[in-house]
């Protein structure tokens, strides 16, 4: 071991049990440390690989899955080393603004079943530093991959840069929606991110959402090979009220005709001016047979052929992520029947519809991060036709977004519809007063609504629930409401 190595390792122990004495969790703070007192030796290191592995075990050890940090080193030392890691592995990158994780569960299952030699960056982190850091822990120190193929969730902002040095064998672009726009700017700032990145890897071949009329639109500016995927009939919503990001042609501006809209701005778009349209797509879903409360069924064609395809996943917006990994795993090689397989079959987590037993009431977690997810999200609640206690919790942490006014374009009023099947709406998070007012103004009866500041006292109430729990939080209260529930009731860590 070199001795610049070797003051790297102990540098980050020295941090981790000065880590344990202040009992607290920031994963960053170890490397944080490393760098300002050593900054020379990260600097000088031949390779970045070491670093991660050294930090990022450090980090796991910690128990606190640090994900960005090791990767943000090794980025430091090397630009390209993402390039080097990923020569010869086969990837498959997954990008878009929803659905990005469990389109990724669902590919990865099929790679499962294969018996591929894979990995995946499960964590969540999926901006450069994360994905790098997750082909060194699949590296041997030379660099070599461990792994012949990967599953990578991609960032839509990040995967302009990202792509620069990843040349996936398949991309995903699942679709474009209003998301955190403080931190994304315009939505067409994030489609041309993507596009940016699509340009760097010209061989890749794209699965490209038919139904999205921003992502539809790459094909014509690349020359990849693309199959597109879609839903080719009504997602049981046919509410053309619903808010659209997109309604305007995005090549003249004119308002779109739908002959149908699935959900947001997805459907069978046509610009009546210039004559842009959805293409029919080669993956499509063709009928819905079950939207179910655990499960879909719906009939799917993959090259030509219809199958009856089981979803291991409620709601609509699930048909879409379904529909979108077949495509990529059609792109891939995989058999119809394997493709069927595997959507009946995977499983989810990390707050997609993960289920929690709260003392003896089921749970469930429905992530949600702008107006477009959380509609989909509340039409999957109202559609249940049952009792039910709801609990929405909105911080606006940068994770999170900043600006939260999305919470009044979001359908809140679809809950008051539910009537008597809304038993008990709580509240909770960093902006749970605004969230409150907002749910008041849907014209949620005030009664049901019940304000916790404390995450302990709402994890009793939903324990004491008497109806199904579905919680909706933003990404930050769910690490954080995730953190307390496995502190309260048990269960794995999300990073294993
Ligand atoms: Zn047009």
Known sequence: MKIRTFFAVLLCKLARGLLRLLRRGGTAFPGRVALKVYPQVLGVLSRGVRVILVTGTVLRRLGRGGTNLPGKLALKIDKNILGELSRGVKVTVVTGTNGKTTTSRMIEQAFADAGLNYFANRSGANLISGITAEFAMHSTLTGRPKCQFAV????????????KYLKPEVIVATNVFRDQLDRYGEITHTLNNIIEGIHHTPESTLCINADCSLIASIPAQVPNPVVRFGVNVPLGGDDLTEISDAPHCIHCKTEYVYDYRTYGHLGAFRCPK?????????????????????????????????YAVHINLPAAYNIYNAVGSAAALYAFGFTPEA???ALGAFGCGFGRMEKFDLRGTPG???????????????????????????????????????????????????????????????????????LRLRLKYAGVDETKIQVYYDYDLLIDAMCAS?????????????????GRLQKRLGGKEFWE
Not at 296 to 305: N, W
Not at 412 to 419: D, I, N, S, T
Not at 466 to 482: A, Q
């Open 364 to 434: 469930r977690m429905m992530l949600v991060k702008n107006p477009a997810g959380c509609n989909q999200t509340m039409r999957y609640l109202a559609g249940l036709n049952e009792d039910a206690t709801f609990v929405v919790c909105l911080n606006d942490r940068d994770a999170d977004g900043t600006d939260i006014s999305w919470i009044w374009d979001a359908d809140f009023e679809r809950l008051a519809a539910m009537g008597e099947h809304l038993r008990h709406v709580f509240v909770s998070g960093t902006r749970a007063d605004e």
């Open 274 to 306: 210039c004559g842009y349209h959805r293409e029919a797509p080669q993956v499509a879903v063709t009928a819905v047979l079950n939207l179910g409360v655990d499960t879909s069924d719906v009939t799917m064609a993959i090259g030509g052929q219809e």
């Open 466 to 482: 008497e109806y199904p729990v579905f919680i909706m939080p933003t990404y930050t209260s769910m690490l954080d409401l995730r």
């Open 152 to 163: 990578i969730e991609c960032d839509e902002a990040a995967s302009k840069t990202v792509l």
């Open 339 to 341: 493709i069927v397989h």
